[in-house]
Each structure stands twice: as C-alpha cells, then as structure tokens.
C-alpha cells in the first residue's frame, strides 16, 4: 500500500498517514491537525476528495493553517483570503442585501455576492440559494475553531458540482479532542469589540465543544474621504454596523473501532444595517442563521471509509424596506429565507495496489422565501417558496502509472431543476521528475447553475404578463468553463514554491447587463478568456522566521457587447505575511497588500468623468504584535492588532466603497 504516497521515505510516510486517516474515524477524513504536516508537502483533503500530498493532487490548493489565520492579525474571515495567490477581496462590497465583503477568486464577478465559487464548511455547501455568494459575517462559525482553511485554485466542478465553477473554498473546523478545555478571547478597540467563550468535555468516548461569541462592529466610516464627486450620495458610505451572535457545538462519538458519529448544529445572528443614503434597502435588519449536521463514517478493510452525512439549514432575514423614489408602494417586505436539505453517501476505496477510488452520491433541496427580491413583475410580490432540486453522482480515481507518475480522473454528474442535466470531466497527471520537484497538467469543464434571482429574472423576460416581456428570449443555460492547467510544485531546502500557468475559457456566461441581453435574446451573453500565472512561496527563514509571498498575474478579455469582462480581474495581485518569534513570550507579524488597476462590470461610471470605473492600484499594510505569558496553570496572549497602518483611504470594489483608515483593536486570550 506504500504505492499510494509519493517516492522514497517521504512518500511512505505520506501514504501511511493518508490511510491512517482513512482507518481512523475518530479525526476522519476532513479533520487534519497540524499534526498531518509531514515534510513540507501538505497532505490536502478537498481537490479530489481523497488524501493527497498537494504535489500529486490534480489542481493548485493554498492551505492556511491555524497559525496562519492568528498571525494575519484577521478580524472577519473574509479578510483571510487576502492570502490567497489570485483571490480578490473587496471588504462590505455588497449593500443591497446584505452589507458584507466579496471574496472572489481572480476577480470575475458581475455581482457582490461572487457567486462563481463553492464554499463549504465541513462538507457543508453554504452559498446562499437566493443570489449564489457567501454572506461572510453570517456563517456560524468562529475564526477560533477552524483548524485550516483549503482553497483550490481553479475549477472543481468534478469534486463538487456546479457552484466549483472557479474554485473552492473549504473550512475545516478543530476536532473536539484538540480543544479540550476552557477558551476566553476578548477585543477591544476603535469601531470593534467582542467576546468568545469555548468549553472542551469528553465522557468517555464521546469528546465535544461547545463555542459562544459576540461581535460588535462599528464598519465604515459615515462620511467618504476625498469622495470622486461633490454630489450628495457620492460622499457618504453605506450603512454596515452589525452585532454578531454566535453559538456553535460539535461532539464526535467512537462507537467502536469502526464507526464514528458526527453532531454539528450553529447560530448565527443579531442586527444588521444594510443599504446606502437615499436607497430602498437602507434600513436595519435581523439575521437569524442556524444549521444542524449529522455524519457517520464507517471505517472499511484496506483503509477505505463509507460515509453518509445529512444537513440542514437556515438563512433567514427580516427587514422592512422603503423604496424613497416611489412613495406610493410604502413599506415594502425584505424577508429572506432559504433553506436547504442535502443527504449524500461517500465510499472511498483501494481499486488495486496502485488505485484508489472515490465515489458517491447526493440529492439536495432548496427552497427561497423572498417576495421583495424575487417579485414576478412591478408591484407584484411572489410570496410562494421557490424550490430547487439537484441530484448529484460523482467519481474520482487516482492511478499511481509508475513510482514517479499520479494520473487523476474524476468526473460529476448533476440534474437540476433549473437546466436539466450535465457533466463536468476532469484529467491530471503529476510527474515526480525528480525528487521533491513534480510537474502538474490539468484538463477540466466545469458549470454553473443559475441562481433563484437569475431564473427569476428569466421568468420576467418570458412572461407574457411581465413589463419586461420578451418574446426572442432563449431560456437559461447553465455557464461554462473550459481550463487548462501547467503546474509546478517543489521544495529547495527550506523554501516551498507553487507556481501555476492557467488559461480559462468562460462561455455562457448569464449577462451583467440583462436587459441588453434580453433584448438581443440571449441571456447567456457573456464570455471571457482568463490567462495568467501565480505563484506561492514559503520560506521558513529560520526556526522563528516564516515569510509568505503570493502572486498572481493575470489579464481578462472578452470581445462581448452584452457582458464587458475585460480588465474586471485586477493585473497584478501581490501579498506577504512575514512573522517572526523573538522569544518565548514575544512575537510579531507583518502583512502586505496590493492590487492593481481593475474595472468590474456593474459598478457603473464615474460620475465626474463618464466613462467606466477603473479601481486605482492600492497599497495595504498590517502588522500584529503579541506577548505570551503564563500565570499558574493560565496560559494567555495579549496581542495589539493594527490593520492599514498607512491609513489610506482606498477604493475596493467600486469607487463609493472605501475602506477604513487605521483601524487597531487589543485581543486577550486566555487557556484556562
């Protein structure tokens, strides 16, 4: 079974721990500690969903692990993926539905919510149903109790279906026997503050946590800097103050040596402003978020694992809007509310010495209250649930050809409600060609299913009734991708490098601008191609020096007239994150941003100079200082956390969204 890792003895240890943890259900197969680090080759879960050592995984993976995630000094989880070669975050972008930051990889987004990217939380698809992105503040999860972060750098639609159209964002949270115990976390400072309260148990075999927070932030500031026009709206920032409540539990149960039992349920919610000055969703509204999460694994011979895993969950909203440009419709109903049901079963498995097979199935059902952002036509609410069916079948095999030669293939199967069925096929060969140095080339097709506020939107154009009444209107097809992917990932002494060569051909896309498309007849008007490189550097200094250096170059075009992509992916993308232990209580990191000159689609024109937005290239810097310390059997951190030292007062996004000056916020923790 050796045959299964990588060449030499960092291979078998690699193959051993891979089916170690295949064998053991007790951490399973999505909860890798620090512990899964072998070498300086990562053991990665989420591309294929087998355990691999990234260099013979079939696309690029960033993995950020829990001491990356403290030393970034980050206050939202958004801001994490900042680290990230070739990601884009806008911070609180978003202010129509819910007053939050973009998180999109490479920047190809037509709206806020970035809906071109699957994110999950322990196998857990948590996109929201009613315009397909993440609403960041409202996930029911802690920054304190993920174990790492995976992202895989590129189309996925063979692991996980439709939404994987360019990447995926997988959370893996600690396993209950690593946080045994009691936690306090406490912050305070300028427009921040909060609380979190963590308790580790275990009764013989069933070990758990259960988590508690509480967020206060104060967000924008009211008023614009140096705003881009004298008029009045021009020079005000949205309204985003919110209060976060959180609760979450997870207990694992060892039945016996075979089988395992996962529990998760969360909370998430508390009062929320959203919307702009003169805007119809400018008002305070109520999220109230929750999920429950069952899992068995059973743990088979030859070190493979059944799984079957079942969830549900709510993303749910209350707000009374008021559309100021029509007194006449009076207060309008802004209740959201999607829910979502998935059961699926994963069989993972030995073919042969030199195969191992992944497969299995999923249905899932969503269903979306929300008769203000879905209304049929004007001045007409549609106050009906609208569901979503999806079945899933999925399959992906790794063949080790030779010692030196992994070759993956992996395909996924879905039909859905919206556009019927389809596939997404993938091929990857990795090349050891010498050791510690593997060369990747990658193959896929990748889809994207339409949103319920776009199929709602066809429903307009196609109505007879409907003021947008089209008759040439073609139906919805779900978008497409083809990519291709060169890779190279090596290791010289104590430096890591991971660099991608990548071209990506978008078609079909579902128009920025739907009423062009409408009219010309083709809601699918859109298409890009996205070529580039990135890269990712780690080196270990020395035993207390670690610097991070990512970098992404990538350049869009589209020749298009309904959906204008060129120039919407920012050039060049560069971030670092240098930290270094001075000793055994102090300790410090720095971290640095940029992003180059960018224009997204549907953030307009400027206003003084008529013509499209262009984002000027900014220049970010952070820094974190901690001091360790021990007070009996206390162990506690005071750390000062420092974000946009400069204090500059640049545009993300779009030129009304500016981020903060110099923000700075004092975190206590304490094991008790």
């Known amino acids: 079974m050796e045959q299964v890792g990588g060449s030499g003895d960092r291979g078998r240890g690699l193959a051993l721990l891979a089916l170690g943890l295949l064998a053991t259900p007790a951490l399973g197969a999505e909860d890798l500690s620090e512990s899964a680090f072998l070498g300086e080759v990562p053991v990665v879960l989420t591309v294929s969903r087998l355990a691999q050592p990234a260099d013979e995984a079939p696309a690029a993976v960033t993995v950020i692990d829990r001491q990356m995630i403290r030393e970034s000094g980050a206050w939202d989880l958004s801001e994490v993926f900042r680290l990230v070669p070739g990601m884009f975050v806008a911070y609180h972008a978003d202010r129509f539905y819910a007053t939050d930051s973009t998180v999109s990889y490479h920047g190809l987004t037509t709206n806020t919510m970035s809906h071109r990217m699957q994110v999950m939380v322990d196998g857990r698809t948590i996109y929201s149903p009613l315009y397909g992105g993440v609403i960041w503040s409202d996930i029911p999860v802690a920054l304190d109790d993920i174990e790492r972060i995976e992202v895989v750098r590129g189309p996925d639609s063979a692991s996980y279906g439709a939404n994987s159209f360019m990447g995926v964002i ?129 743990a088979t011979a030859g070190g493979g694992e059944v799984a079957v895993q079942f969830y549900h969950q709510v993303e749910s909203s209350t707000a009374t809007l008021l559309d100021s440009s029509d007194p006449a419709w009076g207060p309008l109903v802004g209740d959201v509310v999607g829910r979502r049901y998935e059961l699926g079963v994963q069989h993972t498995f030995s073919a042969a010495p030199a195969v191992r097979v992944v497969w299995g199935a999923a249905v899932r059902y969503d269903k979306t209250f929300a008769p203000y952002d879905l209304a049929v036509r004007e001045n007409t609410y549609l106050w009906q649930d609208r569901p979503f069916h999806l079945t899933q079948l999925f399959g992906n095999l790794e063949w080790r050809a030779r010692p030196d030669l992994v070759v993956n293939l992996g395909a996924m199967g879905e039909d859905n409600s919206y556009t019927g069925t389809d596939v997404s096929p993938r091929i990857a060969a990795n090349w050891h060609f010498r050791p510690r140095h593997t060369l990747r080339l990658g193959l896929s097709r990748a889809t994207r299913t339409p949103t319920v506020y776009e199929k709602a939107y066809e429903e307009y154009w196609l109505n007879p009734a409907s003021n947008k009444y089209h008759p040439n209107v073609q139906t919805l097809r779900p978008e497409r991708v083809d990519s291709t992917d060169i890779g190279y990932v090596g290791s010289f002494a104590s430096l890591d490098v991971d660099f991608r060569l990548f071209r990506d051909a978008f078609s079909e896309l579902i128009s920025a601008e739907p009423e062009k498309a409408a009219i010309g007849g083709n809601l699918n008007a859109g298409n890009a191609t996205i070529k580039g490189f990135e890269t990712q550097l780690k080196w270990n200094i020395g035993k207390a020096t670690r610097l991070i250096y990512n970098l992404s170059h990538a350049v869009v075009k589209s020749g298009n007239n309904y959906a204008e992509y060129t120039n919407s992916v920012p050039t060049n993308n560069q971030s670092l994150m240098l930290s270094h232990r001075f000793d055994s209580h102090w300790s410090a990191s720095l971290l640095g941003y940029q992003v180059s000159e960018m224009h997204l689609n549907d953030t307009g024109s400027d206003p003084s100079a008529n013509r499209p937005w262009f984002l000027s290239t900014y220049r970010r810097w952070d820094s974190r200082v901690a001091y360790a310390f021990q007070v009996g059997r206390t162990n506690g951190e005071l750390a000062l956390n420092i974000q946009n030292l400069g204090d500059e007062y640049h545009y993300e996004y779009r030129y009304d969204n500016q981020y903060p000056g110099r923000t700075a916020w004092l975190n206590l923790r304490l094991e008790l």
């Open 170 to 298: 997988n959370i893996l949270t600690r396993h209950p026997a690593e946080a045994q115990g009691s936690h306090v976390s406490l912050s305070a400072g300028k427009g921040k503050e909060g609380g979190l309260a963590r308790y580790g148990g275990r009764n013989g075999d069933f070990a758990w946590r259960l988590t508690a927070g509480y967020r206060n932030d104060q967000g924008e500031d009211a008023d614009i800097h140096n705003p881009t026009s004298q008029q009045y709206i021009w020079g005000k920032n949205k309204f985003d103050d919110k209060k976060i409540r959180q609760l979450n539990f997870r207990g694992d149960y060892q039945a016996d040596a075979a089988n395992s039992l996962e529990i998760q349920f969360g909370y998430n919610g508390g009062p929320r402003q959203v919307g702009e000055v003169n805007d119809v969703y400018a008002a305070n509204k109520r999220a109230d978020n929750h999920f429950e999460q069952l899992r068995w694994r059973r």
